[in-house]
């Protein structure tokens, strides 16, 4: 696991959040504001025959950075935080325990949390923390600025999973199952692979093309499909196949690390598994084995999914030409760039420009 390397002393800037919640910095004060605030802008309502829905979109300042924090309620027992922006530099919070599960979908960025004086993690795309906070308990986050943040958390309490979802603690997996039935008064946490495919699902979520209410209508919907998704993924058996990653040296795991942040920064041209192998130091059969076993996806998988990330940002938040675009993550040709994204993203180039002109 990487290591906590920020300054804990330095007084850094407060994130979104945190200047939303106020001095409490309580997730339950951040939307009971968004509710009853008047004069907070940028707040979406839509009510159905069970709940009302709410969003608010928070825009960083042109001198701290770009894009947003989006803040979600789907019902009294869960919330949604997004965030797609990148600050100029290294932003930090102070967070309350409130008793949630949470599930921290990282598909870019980085976030460092320190638990407690002797526990300092840090998660880094595309991953998964799930991770449990018990009530009071205080936790400080850090967002590394000057790289993009891309990421959704889901925050669940238990009457999400008794009452509205039916699931018996029976039914459910680890640290899940921990949390409903309370076994354990202390922080837990796991951090597992996040796959393409859900990768691909929590980008579409974050990006999606909708606006105002359909935005948030769309949202709820793809959130439950998204809780399915990761409660089965949970439960799968291949899940606890990443447990064999202790069979990895630690030598070897620095060296998979290495080669996974070249995949995920290098692009034009993309490396090839031959001279990623040389450059790390192992063969190329050790290489391609320890890369799925450490995180969970091919190293074409990885590499890929990164490059076409790359690409969706550069195309919604640049005005650089589609060739251009293509060149910069390693296409010498505007038609091979056009049908690669149209496979990962089912859309052209073009089309996920406009999109994103219409929000």
Request: net charge neutral.
């Amino acid at each position: 696991m990487d290591e906590l390397l920020v300054n804990t002393s330095v007084d850094y800037p407060r994130t979104a959040r945190t200047v939303l919640s106020g001095n409490e910095r309580s997730l339950t004060k951040t939307f009971e504001r968004i509710r009853t605030e008047k004069d907070l802008a940028n707040v979406v309502k839509v009510a159905d025959q069970q709940n009302i829905l709410y969003s608010a979109r928070v825009n960083l300042d042109a001198e701290e950075g770009t894009g947003y924090w989006e803040f979600v309620q789907l019902s009294e027992d869960l919330y949604i935080i997004a965030t797609d922006c990148q600050y100029f530099s290294t932003h930090a919070e102070t967070v309350l325990g409130e008793d949630f599960l949470e599930f921290h979908f990282k598909v870019s960025g980085e976030l460092l949390m320190e638990l407690s004086d002797d526990l300092k993690i840090s998660i880094r795309g595309p991953s998964l923390l799930i991770y449990k906070q018990p009530k009071g308990c205080v936790i400080k986050e850090w967002i590394i600025g000057d790289t993009r943040e891309s990421s959704l958390t889901l925050y669940c309490k238990k009457s999400l999973f008794t009452d509205r979802l039916g699931m018996s603690p029976a039914q459910l997996p680890g640290i899940v199952e921990s949390f409903i039935n309370g076994k354990n008064k202390s922080i837990e946490y796991k951090i597992i692979p996040l796959n393409p495919a859900l990768g691909f699902s929590i980008t579409n979520l974050l990006r999606s093309n909708f606006s105002d209410k359909f935005h948030l209508i769309h949202t709820r919907a793809k959130t439950f499909d998204l809780l399915c998704d990761i409660l089965q993924y949970l439960c799968s058996p291949n899940i606890h196949s990443n447990d064999d990653s202790k069979a990895l040296s630690t030598y070897e795991k620095k060296r998979l690390q290495e080669a996974r942040d070249i995949l995920s920064t290098t692009f034009s041209p993309p490396p090839t598994i031959k001279s990623l192998a040389k450059i790390i130091g192992l063969n190329e059969t050790k290489f391609k084995r320890g890369f799925k076993l450490l995180f969970g996806a091919t190293i074409y998988e990885y590499g890929n999914y990164h490059r076409m990330q790359k690409a969706l940002e550069l195309l919604q938040t640049t005005e650089q030409s589609i060739t251009d675009i293509a060149q910069s993550v390693g296409y010498d040709y505007q038609t091979s760039f056009t049908a690669a994204v149209k496979n990962f993203f089912g859309v052209t180039p073009k089309q996920l420009r406009d999109n994103a002109a219409k929000k």
